[in-house]
Structures are given as C-alpha cells and as structure tokens.
C-alpha cells in the first residue's frame, strides 16, 4: 500500500518570505490603525469644533487647533526665529552628543567587555555616575562649560553615554563563552574571535541600548533647553507654556516624538539591515 501525501494547507505552503512581507504589511496597517486610533480619541474628546469638547482646549487643544498652530508657526515662526531654526538647533544638539556617545561608548564598551583590568578600571565609575539625576548638574555644567551648546550636549550626552557602554559590555559578556572556545580550538587568533564571533553576537545588545538611548536623549533635550538659551524645540515649549499657548506646547511635543520615532526606526532598519541573522536561528 502506497504512503499518501498528508494535504499541505495554503498557508504553509507559502515560502518563507511571501510569509514575511504579508506579516509585515500586516503589522503597518496595525501600526497605522494604531495612531488612527489615538488621534480619533483625541478629536473625540476635544470636539474638534463639531461638537461640545469634554476638555477645555485650554488643557488640551483639538487636533484642527495644533494642526493650525503648526502651520501658523511654519508661516511666522516663534519669538523673531523660523520653526526650521528651532528644529535644526535641537537636532544639532541632540545628533552631536547621541553621535560622540555611540563613537566612544560603544567601543569602550565592548573593551570592557573583552578586557578584565579595563572593566575593573572603568565600570565602577561608570556605574557610579549612571544613577545621579544629570538635571540636578545642570548648573554645575553651565558654569564649566558655559552658557553655550556645549553644556546642552553635555546634558544630553551625560545619561546617554553610560547606558550605551554598559550596554555594550553586557552584550559582550553575554556572548556564549562555548562559541569563543569553538574558534579558539580552531586556531582563530584574538582578533579574528573579536570580529568574526564576538562582534556580531553582540551587535543585538548594542542596538537595543542604543536604541534604548533614543527615547533618553530626547528627553534630555528638554532638560538642556531648559536654561541660557533662546532657541529650540523644547524651549518653544516651555515658553509657551508660560503663556498658556497649549496648541504651540503639543507642536513642540509631537515634533519631539516624531524625532525620536523616526529616529528609532532608523536605528531599526539599520539593524534589521546589519543584523539579518538575528532570530534566525
């Protein structure tokens, strides 16, 4: 008697990558449902000049309002300086202490990571600085670095740097000491075990802290724009706070969400890109 063939079903007969892409495009219209979502609660609870709003626009403005006030400040910008101006300074800011933090930390970190001595040297201070609330130096700052950029990127990168080389570390040390012991059996000097076993196992950890900094460094932006300054998306916030231009305060705040989203997706693709092995084992 002759064995039949057991009936494949449609969906596994689909190869692995027709599979992905529709997982895929389902997950962006979920995503986009996602922010539709949101953004009808916020329509429906501020009424949106159709009907009787539940908040006070004055503690939550419609969507048409910010959406006005975005376009007014496109047109006239804020306080004598264009909406561009203000968006370029905060992102020089924020780029110019993420960047240094990702070209040193991450190296130091996986230093750390491979080397004993310099991980007993330079991890207790680390550790010991990560937990001080950078906002309560924010005088000390201003008066080593002045009133310039400097102490702002200085605020900013405070926090950051300690959790990329941590991160960095921890991705190193977490590397199976089995596969190290594989390359070294086969001859593999320090170097190739470095950059052809260590490095890309530990690529996944590196990308989720920095990833993880993101969302800190933006937050920081705000604490940097804080004081001595004149200009910058989050000062435009808190000024216009001070005069109760709610409308002005949430452009200010979706345009620092949608910096530090766009920016985490970048950070994303790049690694979707770098480390397409990851998951896939």
Request: aromatic share 8%.
């Amino acid at each position: 008697m002759s064995a039949t063939r057991p009936e494949v079903s449609a969906v596994e007969a689909l190869d692995e990558d027709t599979l992905h892409r529709r997982e895929d495009r389902r997950d962006r219209w979920l995503t986009v449902g996602t922010f539709a979502s949101l953004l009808g609660l916020w329509a429906a609870v501020t009424g949106s000049g159709l009907w009787e709003p539940l908040i006070k626009p004055l503690f939550l403005p419609s969507p048409v309002a910010v959406w006005e006030a975005l376009l007014r400040l496109i047109e006239q910008g804020y306080q004598g300086r264009s909406l561009g101006h203000h968006v370029g300074v905060s992102f020089q800011r924020f780029a110019t202490a993420f960047s240094a933090c990702v070209v040193i930390g991450v190296p130091l970190g996986l230093l750390m990571g491979m080397h004993r001595p310099t991980r007993a040297v330079l991890e207790p201070p680390i550790q010991a600085i990560r937990p001080i609330p950078k906002l309560a130096l924010l005088p000390l700052f201003l008066i080593w670095f002045g009133i310039g950029n400097l102490s702002k990127i200085v605020v900013i990168a405070a926090p950051v740097f300690p959790l990329i080389a941590i991160s960095a570390m921890q991705a190193v040390r977490s590397v199976s000491t089995r596969k190290i012991q594989a390359a070294q059996a086969l001859g593999a000097s320090a170097w190739v075990v470095f950059w052809r076993v260590v490095l890309p196992a530990s690529l996944p950890g590196i990308f989720t802290g920095i990833r993880v900094s993101i969302s800190l460094g933006v937050t920081m932006l705000v604490g940097a724009e804080l004081t001595a300054t004149s200009d910058g998306i989050a000062w435009m916030a808190l000024t216009a706070a001070e005069y109760l231009s709610t409308d002005i305060v949430l452009v200010g705040v979706l345009i620092m969400a949608t910096m530090g989203y766009s920016l985490d997706r970048l950070v994303r693709a790049i690694e979707t890109r770098v480390v397409h092995w990851s998951g896939k084992d």
